[in-house]
């Protein structure tokens, strides 16, 4: 099952995401979805969820889940910080697995690393009293530069040890042992709880308005885009739909990334101008400003706004 942000309260609801109780469990980075197919034969009494950005390998954990028969997970594609702020409660989760992270290993994109302090800050208001997030990864430099940020954020005890035996069976284990690579572990002990607040992303009605004219032709687009310290919005590119365009909007807020379908479309009361209804995004900020970046483009095709709810 693939979690719709839209589509669920914040925070969900374990309890009704899965139909039962039990212990939570987050793998960061589920890759093809191996490692929760063995966390789900090893533990059938914990409700997993797993996060990860690239919509190809979350294909493929779909489609292994579905083959290994697996039923209590629960699989988000996206930022995992995204996930923790908005879908996952104070102290919900037991136990967080980073299996074979991306390093970012050059010094200008280090940056990216996701185990840094303010994740770890984040993490411990999301994990239970004695949770813990297990690491392990190959790379040396990321494994000293982990450790030292969850020491740093003073909010968890590291405790290396040998890797557990389910995470030498991943993908990434079985290549790097084939290579003789050492594989380092540890795990991040919660030891007390960060005292910032961490609220879910604001969410708003649905934006629109209403214009008096006629559309231009799809012909007529060029991309436009704002930059804003909230969001970043780029009109990416417009087709025809009979009288009216369809625009594919692309919004970049923190932690979060969206591809909306926004459409200019005449109505009984004048050209509507909002999301196309086959689209569900999670309506926030950054949306909001996608469909007033397209009446504005719209005003200087000459349409006049009548109405606008954004």
């Known amino acids: 099952m693939l979690l719709v942000p839209a589509d669920l309260p914040f925070p969900a609801d374990p309890e009704a995401l899965y139909g039962r109780g039990g212990p939570w469990v987050l793998e ?11 966390l789900a034969r090893l533990h059938p009494e914990w409700n997993l969820l797993g996060a990860e950005v690239a919509p190809a390998s979350v294909s493929r954990a779909l489609r292994r889940l579905k083959r290994e028969g697996v039923t209590q997970a ?3 594609r996206g930022d995992a910080r995204f996930l923790l702020r908005n879908l ?12 074979f992270p991306d390093p970012w290993p050059k010094k200008k994109h280090a940056q990216r690393r996701l185990l840094q302090v303010p994740f770890f800050r984040l993490l411990s208001t999301r ?4 949770g813990a997030l297990w ?7 990321y494994y000293e530069f982990a450790t030292a940020e969850a020491r740093a954020s003073g909010l ?14 991943t993908k990434y284990a079985r290549k790097w042992l084939d290579q003789s690579r050492p594989i380092f572990h540890a795990a991040f002990a919660k030891t007390a709880e960060a005292d910032e607040a961490f609220p879910p992303i604001r969410r708003y009605p649905v934006p629109h308005a209403l214009m008096q004219g006629t559309p231009p032709p799809a012909e007529a687009f060029r991309k436009q885009v704002e930059t804003a310290p909230e969001a970043n919005v780029v009109l990416l590119e417009a087709w025809q ?11 970049e807020e923190a932690e979060l990334a969206q591809e909306v ?3 200019a479309r005449p109505s009984s009361k004048g050209v509507y101008v909002g999301l196309r209804p086959s689209c569900s995004p999670l309506v926030t900020a950054g949306v909001k400003r996608a469909v007033g970046l397209l009446v504005r483009w719209l005003e200087a095709q000459g349409l006049e706004t009548a109405q606008r709810s954004y």
């Open 127 to 130: 994990l239970a009293a004695g």
């Open 74 to 76: 629960r699989l988000f």
């Open 28 to 38: 960061i980075g589920f890759g093809d979805g191996r490692f929760l197919v063995e």
């Open 135 to 141: 690491l392990t990864t190959d790379h040396p430099e």
């Open 241 to 251: 739909a009979g009288p009216g365009l369809v625009v594919l909007a692309r919004v």
């Open 156 to 169: 968890f005890e590291v405790r290396p040890g040998p890797p557990p035996p389910e995470t030498l069976r």
């Open 261 to 263: 379908l926004l459409e």
């Open 88 to 99: 996952v409660g104070p102290r919900a989760l037991e136990r967080v697995y980073v299996n």
